[in-house]
């Protein structure tokens, strides 16, 4: 028993990193998106061979696999979760379709709206009321429960989700309905709201709640069918499972929860970038990942990613705590276009896998930003070569043509502009993430990942001021990584709406002390022992008359007057602005438990490069020069710790490549992971990191 | 030099990203849920001259009424602006587009010289005058609706003239308001600062070169669209129904529309005249209406566009002083932005047979209630928009009316409170909220459909005023289908009173002190439908009979569709029976 694996998996391809017994092995395999425990075993496969033993012997040598899924995510993307029921409050049966009342696109009549996870006829009304203070106006009909219940039955229902008006204040008749449903339907699925996420807004709580039961049965035969694969092979380890919130749970509590996995996919990045500079004793990192859609950035502050409550799948309002990612669709196979007034656009069409940039040869003939990145030498025919493929550095330059001749520019000047578009937009992306919480994206390194990423990341930090970036080795599997460094964790919360000045301290403890006991039972479930418990206490605040709350952290025992000026604090930071005269009030009370976990040390089984390694020449874009340059090329892996290379230069990685404008300086740390960074703050920080103290002459 | 188109749409988007970052900090750190919650707000970057350059909008009606008084404040300070100087606006008679929505504007300076403004806008709880909120049908003149604002200095070269603002806070009711306003200065400020940064790395010269380029590139792109309507004079009116005194008076508002090559020409001249009350619509207010039907068109034509000052180079408006539509000097007009509805009704009918393509058919005009109150459980007062009333839109080619969407003016840009949140910020208690069955009008594409809503009152002192149209007793028409679509609905509101009475509200009708107990109901018509509902696929139909929306009476007698007695299939040879003998 001596390897822990994580696997990522994608819709394209399955990431694995291994580590253990003196090893760290990166794999990629085929996604299998029919069944994805089946890639997931076909790349077991292929690394024991790698390593030279049976499937069965391998996988009984696993001690932890931690494993990110977007099973759920794609079954909401495609409408095929759970035939699902809804039993709300009566009269509010369309609260769900509703929404907030807006649409994206307030100018375009032909939106049409999303089609409901739960058709208005399963959506059935129950009579009995609940008051904003939690006191019963009108008892529960139990008759409409059993009413539905049968009609849902008939209607051969597989989940069944429950949100009644006011249940954070007052549960009962959810849970009354909840039991009665279970005891009449025994095989459904059930999700009370009060169960699942216990506060205010109904529709935001009726969205999540529906999809938490639209995506449990799924979730739940996935990993059943998962565990039963690995059992078969003798799996004998532990199983772990990538939550939207960045934590890991046990299979049993992902399938209660189901709705955690929804935003789970990429919820690990950040948990990389921290782990890639925490052995500097750094704790702080924007990460990016661009790949050939999409582009994610998400913000670590404090030695942990920053959580959202406001997130959205599919139109839906998921408001579990996750971390927040935020998502553009600008990546590798985003198209250029001129629009009929003359300015120059990237995306949000993308030419995707098929038919692909232009320069894959597979029959795309539209500009995209990876045909840019090769008509400017930023990329070279051979830099997918381990993905088995050769770029058409002809066919780029065709696809550009009629974009070049339209703006009457060269060809090369076109592509630059359309690097430098997306950049912008791009770096747009990364300063939402930040602005939304009073941060300066300035104070962070960024954290690279993604095949694109780091092509464009040394521009994006140009845009930003942002003075220095990091590409780890595993960058291509960036997520697949972070699985193995993340804790357990649980987010929890509890309604309770009140004046913070006249907040009763015994029930505030006692809401704790209820959030706590569930918690440790939680990860006790799970195996964690006590001692490796933490707790994350916060209050959610606001000024009376405020709309919007802020989620502000507090210490235990609860203290009002040490959590009021915490409020203000936050919020000055926040809004630039505060009124410590003014009212404050709270709304909810939260708990995250964590489950610290063993992780790999960072520092260990790292090998040793051979020295610089120049392996070439070839025409790159100067953006000073504003022409092509011949600039040298370096291979990535046989940079040594220690060693730097002074910008323009070019160094490829077997899944990356790495661009080093004019300006900037690459540098390997102690650990082999690539830095790139410019200017006195740039060097400073570089100074400040192991190995790459001194400067090193090339 | 000669402008760089690519570094024209890098800029673009940056200083969209500004108005963006600004919106951002504008609705997470205002205080009254009009703001917040609902959005009822803008905020926009202009040019040293003016012109929009980029804007970020909840409230597309206000979005496009902060660029007047912008002109009137250049205008009036001349040479007398400087760096540090706050200015804030609302009066209607200086280009103001309601009392009620305020506007924040600061001058942006660069090496001495103003080269920007950043500006917000937003609907604040109060604003003076003899009414809470502001809505009262009972107003004669301006001064009984509002403390108006001509172009004022609050602050002066970075200082608070404290006068000053005291003079303003003094004549509004409640202090969220000056929170509210200073949120806006705040957000500004933002704006003001991150374009300091972009000034800096590209200089003067180079931004509002680039910046040119922008805005006649939007130019282009909007008469490269105008060029594909025909040419021709178009006519269309609606009606608005009830002054607010007269319940039963009605008004015609007339368009007429002059597409010429790349040019379009809407003159309001031939609407009614004015009305002695409250609904007369100040001329940025109308603007900002044919703006709004002016990027439904053009979006159904396939156009993505930033908004900004080239997009709207290419329009001309016409209106006649002293009718409905610019009124004189001092006529009330607070009810103003709500005729956004009459606007986009005559427009869209003028082009019907022109631009069938790009059209709807009739919205159900908006109708709900603003409503104030002292909070029994705070002893504070509480304002709020029953904006969860919503109606729905006309459908057009290719497409259903959006379900409720409600007001013409904020087309699905304004959100709907919460009904939890509803109960615990306000003094009401819902009793239900949701879509009303058989509301949309039918056609092979149907209208969107309205809501059904209720709530009782338990404030203290509570007065609501209504502000909407398309009331049934007032004799308003539904809205109407197009190419053989069926009208939509129309709206109803009554109070049900604690001794038992019931009282019908009318569409611009204050009530006050509405017993604690009293319960409304309301009911807020469908859009209307286009083309022959005969033409539409069963089993659509069936889908909707199914959820309920749809009566298996109404899915016979509109779409020639028989319910099987399952009420879940079509009864396809007695359908083909009903659509051939109907069609025949």
């Known amino acids: 028993m001596s390897y822990r694996i994580g696997i990522d998996v994608g819709g394209t391809f399955t990431d694995f990193l291994l580590i253990g017994e003196g090893r760290r092995l990166v794999h990629k395999t085929s996604s299998t998106p029919d069944d994805p425990s089946r890639g997931l075993v076909v790349g077991l496969e292929e690394i024991a061979a790698q390593l030279g033993l049976e499937l069965r012997a391998f996988v009984a040598r696993l001690e932890l696999i931690v494993h990110g899924t977007t099973v759920t995510t794609n079954a909401v993307l495609t409408h095929r979760g759970a035939r699902t029921g809804l039993l709300v409050t009566e009269g509010f049966r369309d609260v769900l379709a509703l929404r907030d009342g807006t649409r994206e696109e307030p100018y375009d009549n032909r939106l049409a709206p999303p089609t409901p996870l739960v058709p208005r006829y399963r959506r059935l009304p129950v009579g009995g009321r609940i008051d904003y203070k939690g006191d019963e106006v009108e008892p529960l009909r139990e008759q409409d429960v059993r009413d539905a219940a049968a009609a849902l039955a008939a209607d051969e229902v597989e989940a069944i989700a429950i949100c009644f008006m006011h249940s954070p204040a007052n549960a009962e008749h959810e849970r009354r309905a909840r039991d009665l449903v279970a005891e009449l339907l025994p095989d459904a699925y059930v999700t009370a709201s009060s169960d699942l996420l216990p506060q205010v807004r109904y529709h935001d709580r009726m969205s999540t709640t529906v999809l938490n039961a639209y995506a449990g049965p799924i979730i739940s035969r996935y990993l059943a069918a998962l565990t039963e694969r690995l059992e078969g092979l003798a799996f004998d380890g532990t199983l772990l499972i990538m939550q939207s919130n960045g934590g890991v749970a046990t299979p049993a509590e992902i399938s209660e929860r189901a709705a955690l996995s929804l935003l789970s996919g990429p919820a690990s990045g950040p948990t990389a970038g921290l782990w890639q500079l925490a052995p500097h004793g750094l704790d702080e990192c924007i990460t990016v990942d661009m790949g050939g859609t999409s582009f994610d950035a998400a913000l670590v502050k404090d030695g942990a990613p920053l959580l959202m409550v406001d997130g959205v799948v599919d139109r839906w309002r998921l408001a579990l705590p996750t971390i927040d990612i935020h998502t553009i669709g600008a990546g590798g196979g985003s198209i250029a276009w001129l629009d009929e007034g003359g300015l120059l656009h990237v995306g949000p069409q993308s030419a995707g896998a098929q038919p692909g940039p232009a320069s894959y040869g597979r029959g795309g003939a539209l500009p995209t930003v990876t045909d840019a990145d090769l008509v400017l030498g930023y990329l070279g025919e051979e830099s997918f070569r381990h993905g088995g493929m050769a770029l058409d550095l002809g066919a780029a330059r065709t696809a550009f043509g009629p974009l070049a001749q339209a703006l009457g520019l060269t060809v090369e000047q076109a592509a630059a502009g359309v690097y430098d578009l997306v950049n912008v937009t791009m770096a747009t992306g990364v300063r939402d993430i930040s602005i939304r919480r009073g941060l300066d994206p300035r104070d962070f390194p960024l954290v690279v990942a993604g095949g694109a990423g780091p092509l464009h990341a040394a521009a994006i930090a140009r845009e930003l001021d942002i003075p220095a970036l990091l590409v780890p080795r595993e960058s291509s599997i960036f997520c697949a990584a972070g699985m193995l460094m993340s804790d357990f964790k649980h987010d929890d919360v509890r309604a309770y709406k009140t004046p913070l000045a006249t907040a009763d301290p015994q029930r505030l403890t006692a809401l704790l002390d209820q959030l706590i006991a569930a918690g440790r039972e939680t990860l006790a479930r799970e195996g964690v022992p006590p001692d490796r418990v933490e707790l994350q206490a916060a209050l959610d605040l606001r000024y009376v008359g405020q709309w919007h709350e802020l989620t502000v952290p507090i210490a235990l025992p609860f203290d009002a007057a040490a959590a009021a000026a915490g409020f203000h604090v936050e919020h000055d930071r926040l809004f630039g602005h505060s009124s410590p005269e003014g009212a404050v009030e709270l709304l909810a009370v939260r708990l995250g438990v964590v489950g610290r976990t063993e992780k790999p040390d960072p520092t260990a089984e790292v090998e040793l490069g051979e020295g610089p390694a120049l392996v070439g020449t070839r025409p790159v874009w100067s953006p000073s020069a504003r022409t092509l340059v011949e600039t040298p090329v370096y291979d990535g892996e046989a940079l040594a710790s220690g060693t730097t290379i002074a910008g323009p230069a070019i160094v490829e990685l077997p899944n990356t490549t790495i661009v080093v404008p004019d300006g900037f300086t690459l540098g390997v740390d102690a650990y082999r992971a690539l830095v790139v960074y410019a200017g006195e703050r740039g060097a400073a920080f570089a100074g400040g990191l192991a190995g790459l103290g001194t400067e090193v002459a090339r | ?584």
């Open chain 2, 1 to 584: 030099m000669s402008a760089d188109p690519i570094l024209a749409s890098v800029l673009q988007r940056r200083v969209q990203a500004i108005s963006h970052e600004m919106a951002t900090v504008l609705m997470r750190s205002s205080r009254s849920p009009i703001f917040n919650e609902i959005g009822d707000l803008v905020t926009v970057i202009f040019d040293a001259r003016g012109r929009t350059l980029a804007q970020t909008e909840y409230a597309s009606i206000i979005a496009n009424g902060a660029q007047p008084p912008l002109a009137r404040i250049i205008e009036y300070f001349g040479d007398d602006l400087h760096d540090g100087d706050v200015i804030l606006h609302n009066d209607v008679y200086s280009g103001g587009n309601q009392n009620a929505d305020v506007g924040v504007f600061l001058p942006i300076f660069h090496d001495g010289a103003l080269v920007a403004w950043s500006a917000s806008k937003g609907h604040v709880a109060d604003i003076g005058g003899m009414t809470a909120g502001g809505y009262d049908p009972r107003a004669r003149d301006v001064w009984q609706e509002a403390f108006r604002i001509p172009p004022l200095k609050i602050h002066d070269r970075g200082e608070l003239r404290r006068d000053v603002w005291d003079l303003v806070r003094a004549n509004i009711r409640f202090d969220v308001v000056s929170e509210d306003i200073n949120a806006m200065i705040g957000a500004c400020t933002i704006g003001k600062r991150r374009l300091g940064e972009v000034l800096d790395r590209y200089g003067v010269p180079a931004f509002d070169e680039h910046m040119d380029y922008v805005i006649d590139a939007s130019e282009r792109q909007v008469r490269a669209e105008l060029e594909r309507w025909p040419d021709g004079t178009y006519r269309g009116e609606s009606w608005m129904v009830s002054d607010g005194i007269d319940p039963t008076a009605r008004y015609r508002v007339a368009v007429a529309i002059t597409i010429a090559g790349d040019e379009i020409t809407f003159d309001f001249s031939e609407t009614d005249d004015q009305a002695p009350g409250f609904t007369n619509m100040p001329p940025a207010s109308a603007i900002g209406a044919i703006r709004i039907a002016f990027l439904m068109l053009v979006t159904a034509g396939g156009l993505s566009l930033p908004a900004n000052h080239g997009v709207f180079a290419p329009i001309r408006t016409v209106f006649r002083r002293g009718s409905l539509i610019d009124p004189h000097f001092p006529a009330s007009t607070i009810f103003g932005n709500q005729m956004c509805d009459e606007v986009l009704e005559a427009i869209m009918r003028a082009l019907s047979d022109v631009l069938p393509d790009r059209v709807t058919a009739g919205w159900n005009q908006f109708l709900c209630t603003a409503l104030s109150a002292i909070d029994p459980r705070t002893g504070e007062p509480s304002v709020s928009l029953t904006i969860f009333q919503r109606g729905g839109p006309g459908a057009m080619r290719g497409a259903d009316g959006y379900d409720a969407l409600g007001f013409t003016g904020t087309p699905g840009s304004m959100r709907s409170p919460d009904m939890e949140m509803f109960e615990l910020s306000t003094p009401h208690f819902m009793h239900y909220y949701e879509y009303l069955p058989d509301s949309a009008g039918a056609g092979q594409w149907r209208g969107g459909y309205g809501t059904r809503s209720s709530w009782s009152f338990y404030g203290e002192h509570e007065a609501g005023t209504t502000i909407g149209d398309d009331v049934a007793a007032e004799g308003a028409e539904p809205a109407h289908g197009l190419f053989g679509g069926s009208a939509g609905g129309l709206n109803e509101l009554r109070l049900r009173l604690p001794d038992g009475s019931v009282r019908d509200w009318g569409s611009k009708e204050i009530i006050e002190q509405i017993p604690p107990g009293t319960v409304c109901e309301s009911l807020n018509g469908g859009g209307g439908g286009y083309g022959d509902p005969r033409l539409r696929d069963p089993e659509l139909v069936l889908a909707e009979v199914r959820d309920g929306l749809l009566s298996a009476a109404a899915a016979a007698a509109e779409y020639g569709v028989r319910i099987g007695a399952d009420g879940r299939s079509i009864d396809h040879d007695a359908t083909r029976v009903l659509r051939a003998e109907e069609r025949a």
